[in-house]
């Protein structure tokens, strides 16, 4: 049967199951552990107080058995690598220093000895490490090189008469720069290196490193520096490393890639440099899955934190000579936090479809290059849109919420502090959809590798043909849009799944399409030219992937609801899914209207319609945020436990007592009003 819209509910402990995800029962453990006290932040700590908690919070964790899902069953892992994910992911409720650090030592100190070393690194190293009897450091980041890790300097030379490698960071640049567990925890590391062996370079590796003795102390030739207070994370003791002439025994190389054998013969089953890099950095991607998961985990909380508090406090009286509104009911504040919310189930959506992806790779299920592909390409896109949403949805709930979310007892300021460093760690989201642009520019060119400029141009302009959907996940636009008729007619066809795919898949297209046509000279040109040439459209080249990551996000969602059973829900969540994808059409607005494919009367229908959904969604406001399934010991903010609505009641009452008793002073305006009406 079909359910009117006035009457459409949402069955918020069926959405909430089905929000959860395959691997629900990892995120409901994951919700039971961090809910608990003394898993969670202690506001007011001193720098080495929250160091202190969150180190022995890891204790917990091994404890309860909250890191081991990914490591091999034979080392009394689970192998499952979409569980140990998911679960992971939900410590950012309890504190993102928790999650973090927990991620630096099982998710890439431990994931790089799993994935870049072999059977002996794992049984020789793996036990202390899942154990936290060795806390390590994971060094790849460089002060002078960051997201080019191709680059870093630190060198692991071969000396064939000690059988060893002798690591340095031949000067100040080449230190390892903000590494968690660096400053004072870890007594090892994973160290990235350009490893030398017979005066050749065969570039980075991965090696095994020593740092401190059972004292604390560093060893000989290792030294380094504590980064000190940080703008979030400050339960995390970063911090700088270098070495002198520090000597690893040769089995310390994790060889699963390349390896050096006793008379320095280099060897490795990937023949191609540049593709061995890519292979081993591969295999650490998880780090950008789940912080796409845990920044949505963070914008769900402050929007619990914010529609709780929106459908509660009141200030103003507009429709009434008594009562306050509700400042959820003014429309500003709607369109402030509902658009939020959308943006949320859509990327918590993607994120599932991402981590279901890491999941067949990491398990072998659907272990091909092409798979390895896709799977980076998805992470590079979807790490930066969930990133930024994360901190624009906490400040924005921050805002929301007056001088209120300004308290730290109310979290918002807290998280947002500690977010903030996850738009630029695992990749800076800049750089990585420069990497996706790239692959989109891949595929592109080999459908058009021999296309000359007016077929390029033909294909720019065209708005009627089938498009071929390329292994990157763009999708096939069927049909144009015409702008026939009234506005009315313009809405009812934006309401289409079909039309707002057709919107945003055309602006992918041709954004691809405009950046492809403006490098192809470059192909011919020098290194030199071609490097100029790719520079001056650059912020082109990143607009068309975050393009491309939007249109991934709005996919997801519409696959989403294909298996919502509940009609009522589903119903909501249609209104969600358009007010998302509209959402882009006019954030977009300028592009659709400059390059013709919207009129100036569909551009208004957008804004129109959008408007119409925001109120339609204003009464499912609440239930949406409750299916994201965080109770009170989640949340955590004062403000989100119904204590605005107590205070408001209690004021409420007083008023009306005092009207209902006769004893209530007379307003000033009133007396005035009557004063008049009676001359």
């Known amino acids: 049967m079909t359910i009117d819209k006035a009457d459409a509910r949402i069955d918020t402990a069926a959405l909430g199951q089905y929000l959860l995800g395959t691997w629900a029962d990892a995120r409901i453990a994951a919700r039971a552990l961090t809910g608990r006290p003394e898993m969670q932040r202690v506001d007011g700590q001193t720098l080495s107080e929250h160091r202190d908690t969150v180190f022995h919070q890891l ?11 990914a490591f091999p069953k034979s080392l009394g892992g689970e192998d499952d690598h979409g569980g140990n994910i998911a679960g992971f992911e939900e410590l950012v409720t309890a504190d993102p220093s928790l999650q973090i650090k927990s991620g630096v030592q099982w998710g890439l100190f431990g994931a790089a000895v799993l994935h870049l070393g072999t059977q002996y690194h794992h049984e020789k190293f793996l036990p202390a490490i899942m154990s936290l009897e060795v806390p390590g450091a994971f060094a790849m980041t460089e002060t002078g090189h960051g997201s080019d890790v191709a680059a870093i300097a630190t060198t692991a030379t071969f000396d064939v008469g000690s059988q060893e490698f002798v690591i340095d960071t031949p000067f100040r640049g080449a230190w390892k720069d903000y590494l968690g567990n660096a400053a004072v925890h870890g007594t090892a590391a994973v160290l990235f290196a350009q490893l030398i ?32 207070l940080k703008g979030g994370l400050n339960g995390i003791d970063n911090g700088r490393l270098h070495f002198t002439n520090v000597r690893i025994p040769r089995e310390n190389l994790l060889n699963r890639y390349g390896d050096v054998d006793v008379d320095g013969t280099y060897s490795s089953p990937i023949q191609s440099p540049g593709r061995r890099f890519f292979t081993m950095l591969g295999t650490l991607v998880q780090g950008r899955v789940s912080l796409d ?20 406090r009141r200030q103003f009286t507009a429709g009434s000579d008594t009562d306050e509104e509700v400042i959820l009911d003014y429309q500003v504040h709607q369109r402030r936090l509902i658009p939020l919310i959308a943006t949320t189930y859509a990327a918590s959506f993607a994120h599932e479809q991402l981590l279901t992806k890491f999941d067949g790779v990491f398990s072998g299920a659907t272990d091909t290059d092409a798979d390895r592909q896709d799977l980076e390409t998805l992470a590079a896109a979807l790490k930066p849109l969930s990133t930024w949403h994360a901190l624009d949805t906490l400040q924005e709930a921050r805002e929301a919420c007056g001088g209120a979310g300004f308290l730290a007892e109310n979290r918002l300021v807290g998280l947002r502090a500690d977010l903030d460093v996850y738009a630029t760690f695992e990749g800076d989201n800049h750089v990585l959809l420069q990497l996706v642009a790239k692959r989109l520019l891949t595929d592109y060119s080999r459908r058009f590798a021999k296309a000359d400029v007016g077929v390029l141009a033909r294909y720019v302009v065209e708005q009627a043909a089938d498009r071929t959907v390329s292994g990157s996940g763009l999708r096939t636009l069927a049909q144009n849009l015409s702008d026939r008729g009234s506005v009315a007619r313009s809405v009812e066809q934006l309401r289409e799944p079909g039309a707002q795919r057709a919107l945003l898949t055309d602006r992918v297209e041709t954004m691809i399409a405009e950046v492809a046509g403006r490098l192809r000279p470059g192909t011919k040109a020098s290194k030199q030219v071609a490097a100029d040439l790719f520079n001056a459209n650059q912020s082109a080249v990143i607009d068309a992937a975050r393009a491309h990551a939007e249109l991934l996000q709005w996919e997801a969602f519409t696959d989403a609801l294909d298996h919502i059973d509940d009609e009522g829900t589903r119903v909501v969540l249609t209104w969600v899914r358009d007010l998302f994808g509209l959402g882009l059409v006019e954030k977009h607005l300028a592009w659709y209207l400059i390059n013709g494919r919207l009129s100036p009367k569909r551009a208004q229908a957008v804004t129109a319609y959008i408007d119409r959904l925001i109120a339609r ?19 955590r903010a004062s403000i989100a436990t119904g204590a605005e609505a107590t205070r408001q009641k209690e004021a409420r009452d007083y008023y009306a007592e005092q009207r209902a008793s006769g004893e209530a002073p007379i307003d000033e305006k009133a007396l005035s009003k009557k004063q008049k009406e009676r001359i």
Not at 59 to 69: A, D, N, Q, Y
Not at 211 to 227: I, K, M, N, S, T
Not at 620 to 632: I, N
Request: charge should be negative; avoid cysteine.
């Open 59 to 69: 204790g917990l964790l091994v404890e309860h058995g909250g890191v081991h899902k």
């Open 293 to 312: 998961g845990a920044s949505v985990a963070a914008a769900k909380v402050a929007l619990a934190i914010a529609v709780r508090y929106g459908n509660e």
């Open 617 to 635: 969604l204003r009464p499912h406001a609440q239930d949406l945020v409750d299916a994201f399934g965080y109770g009170p010991e989640h949340i």
């Open 197 to 228: 062996t017979e005066g050749i370079n065969h570039g980075v590796h991965a090696f095994y490193v020593p740092l401190r003795d059972a004292d604390g102390q560093f060893l000989p030739g290792v030294g380094g520096e504590d980064d000190g």
